[in-house]
């Protein structure tokens, strides 16, 4: 496909699959505007409450989506098809997105067209924002680390693409959270656990790692040992946690990002694929993009790590795939229902 090609399609893309609402508008696969409203009402659960959230996007939605088209410079009218979110995600939040996204689709007469949140967190990597941007060859090898998934893709394609490891039990995300929980800092832990992580000697604290066969990985039982950790630790020294926060976040990060990449150079091992793409919220972290790059270059292979904007949920993305679906004129019925749970991508 030729990426300078300029078929000047507008389109909206939706996203509202977990605590996020964004909207965004591409001009073919060229980035005009993304928008993104977080949802400050969980901070004080310790997690996503999905009521919460399908209310809170039912009072971003319409904001957002107007904000895109005002950066974006052009009118809902200029529009060429509306790609919106279909799964996986909670429930009640893909209702607020698939419904404005069909009811805008048939107001303004123009094609709807469903996205798979996974794939298009891989397709992320073919958004167009400025010069420097540069997409993957296929065949690669996308690892993509959520708060809800962790898998390994073979990518032929924009749309041909195995699934060949995953989790069996947490997903990347959530084992950053969980650790951060244990550790009292609020949800979602993750970038916390990064920042605190960046004053920490990686190497103080040692944690078991499973030894799982094949591509597939396994969180829990990393879990588990932190948390009977810092619970025994916790017995002698009640503050232990505070005066070791630096420490303990740079050595269960340290641990969770080893596992992620013995699974990766695993993957080049049994495929011979060494272009390498990562791609979810977790790929945000600044050691996994360190260890990608550091291993990539001692290994010989051609990594790619996504703008920082667009590894966590993001419209953008959602609209880049929509974008490669109308290419291939595939579009969505009216009738059309959002799904909870991943599908075979
Ligand atoms: O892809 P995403 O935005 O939403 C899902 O589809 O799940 O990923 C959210 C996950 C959360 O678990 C969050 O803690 C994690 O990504 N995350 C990070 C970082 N930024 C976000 N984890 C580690 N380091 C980060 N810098
Ligand atoms: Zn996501």
Known sequence: MNFNLCMCIYILGIESSCDDTSA???KDNIILSNIIANQKVHE???????????????????PVIHQALQTAKISKNNLHAIAYTRG???LGSLLVGSSLAKAMAFGLNIPLIDVDHMQ???LAHFIKYDDTSHVPEFPFLCLTVSGGHTLITLVRDFFDMEVIGQTIDDAAGEA??????IMGIPYPGGPLVDKFAQQGNPDTFKFALPKIK???FSFSGLKTSFLYFIRDQLKKNIDFIEQNKY???ASIQQSIIQLLMDKVKLAVTQTGIRHIAVAGGVSANSFLRKELQRTGDKMNWKVYIPKFEFCTDNAAMIAVTGYYKFINQSFAPQDIVPYARSLKI
Request: with cysteine; charged share 20%.
């Open 247 to 249: 420490d303990l976040c």
């Open 24 to 26: 965004a508008i591409l």
């Open 88 to 90: 996986p995600g909670l």
């Open 214 to 216: 094949k591509l597939d």
């Open 120 to 122: 298009a967190h891989i």
């Open 44 to 62: 004080n659960f310790g997690g996503v409450v999905p009521e919460l959230a399908s209310r809170a996007h039912q009072q971003n939605i319409i």
């Open 176 to 181: 950053f959270d969980k650790a951060a929980k």
